[in-house]
């Protein structure tokens, strides 16, 4: 199941309202609603939860003493919730101890019946005030955590890192999903970024680049002899990920059974390699990011719905850039003076007239196009001012300052200056990712001014 998130109402707050009499609801009702504020009502603390987990609730004023489910048990079960609404208890003369024991556990304040309408609205204005503070800090918490691995300036963006850091420090499954080229891997390295485990180690697996049997080993480890080929025995990626987190990139591409095999790792939390008998126990955050709509697949059988479920704790959407335009100037911008510092360029400046066009586009491939119809304006730029159409596919016919041995001379060296920071630095690695040998690798460093 999807897990509800809970968005703050920012311009009429809401509170619900828990207890069992209804003529205590009616007159706290009047009291909140003469305060502009907004008024659900709850009967008891197990309605109350429920009507919590549809959204939309800043704050929780409840009883102490309900049927089903009473104020401290409600209290508890909202601290579980991901960024859950605080509470407010309502509390019988001579329960003041409960009280200040059930604030120690979390709860905002509380006030004692029989109650003064002006000590209620007072009581409430300040715990608004407290919840908006608190909701402001984690907006701005979210957006720093991803402008660390994104660039956007739109109001969805905005949701979406108020999620990553909604998210982040719970140690849930998030599925990330979106169109190709949206940029959901970055959004998942926020979540890395933000989150406990950010100094442990983070493993990426594209489930697409292998077929069953590779992929299996190349995820769960197998032992030397376990197959054709099997020179050496390999821990695998969910145990290289032990202690952080694994991306599954791509996850819709899995085959049914592989599907089935990483289904028991999620539910047992071990893994058994190809080629052993006993399972080895890993502590292992999965993320997991797909274009595909995974509803879909389990309908047409071509995706596990016990592993769907399992996957999707928390939906995390991420956008297609036609319906966040407000971002593709600085994206652009930030394109520019990526490729330029790759080209070993200088300053380059886009044009009102390509910023223009650039603008208008719909890019069916997203934030990948764009950053590919950038990196080709700037390669083929004569000067500091790019000013051409951008999607001219004469382009290429029309820009003599430049050979076609130059043109390629400079993808080659920004394809190996990214991969070089990808691997920081490291140059066995490098060389491994880019089909080289180190030796080449070396040239080729040396050639470009990269050493």
Do not use: W
């Amino acid at each position: 199941m999807v897990s509800t998130v809970l968005v703050p109402t920012v311009l009429v707050p809401t509170v619900l309202v828990v207890d069992d009499e209804p003529a205590l609801r009616f007159t706290l009702r009047a009291i909140l609603e003469d305060e502009g504020i907004a008024v659900a009502e709850a009967a008891d603390g197990q309605a109350a939860l429920e009507r919590v987990q549809q959204g939309g609730i800043d704050l929780v004023l409840t009883d102490l003493r309900m049927p089903k489910l009473d104020g401290l048990q409600l209290l508890d079960e909202l601290l579980r919730l991901p960024h859950g609404p605080r509470a407010i208890l309502i509390t019988a003369h001579g329960s003041e101890r409960v009280a200040v024991d059930a604030m120690k556990r979390g709860a905002l304040d509380y006030f004692a019946k029989p109650f003064d309408a002006d000590e209620v609205a007072r009581v409430v204005r300040r715990a608004l005030e407290n919840v908006s503070l608190r909701h402001e800090n984690q907006r701005l918490r979210g957006e720093l955590a991803l402008r660390r691995t994104m660039v956007f300036d739109s109001e969805a963006l905005r949701r979406v890192a108020d999620l990553v850091d909604r998210v982040a420090s719970r140690d849930v499954t998030v599925l990330i999903t979106g169109e190709s080229g949206t940029g959901k891997e970055l959004v998942a390295r926020a979540l890395v970024k933000a989150s406990p485990r950010a100094d442990k180690a983070y493993v990426r697996f594209n489930c697409a680049a292998l077929p069953r049997e590779l992929a299996e080993a190349e995820l769960f480890g197998h032992s030397r002899g376990a197959f054709t080929g099997a020179a050496r025995a390999r821990p695998g990626l969910f145990r290289e990920a032990d202690g952080g987190t694994l991306l599954l990139d791509e996850i819709g591409e899995l085959d049914l059974q592989t599907q089935g095999a990483l289904l028991r790792v999620l539910q047992e939390r071990e893994v058994r390699p190809l080629g052993e008998e006993r399972p080895v126990r890993i502590d292992v955050r999965v993320l997991a990011a797909t274009n595909r709509n995974l509803a879909d697949e389990v309908e047409r059988g071509t995706f596990r719905r016990d592993l769907f479920y399992r996957l999707d704790v928390v939906r995390l959407h991420v956008p297609p850039l036609r319906d966040r335009p407000e971002d593709i100037a600085p994206l652009a911008e930030h394109f520019a003076r990526k490729a330029a510092d790759r080209f070993g360029l200088g300053e380059v400046r886009l044009g009102p007239h390509t910023m223009a066009r650039l603008q208008a586009a719909r890019y069916p491939g997203n934030v990948r196009e764009l950053e590919h119809v950038i990196e080709r304006l700037v390669a083929l730029a004569s000067g500091p001012l790019i000013d051409d159409d951008p999607f001219d596919s004469q382009g290429a016919e029309t820009a003599p300052q430049m050979g076609l041995r130059e043109r390629v001379g400079l993808f080659e060296r920004g394809l190996v200056a990214d991969e070089l920071a990808r691997c920081h630095g490291n140059q066995s690695e490098t060389a491994r990712r880019l089909g080289l040998s180190r030796v080449t690798l070396i040239e080729k460093l040396h050639k470009y001014g990269l050493t």
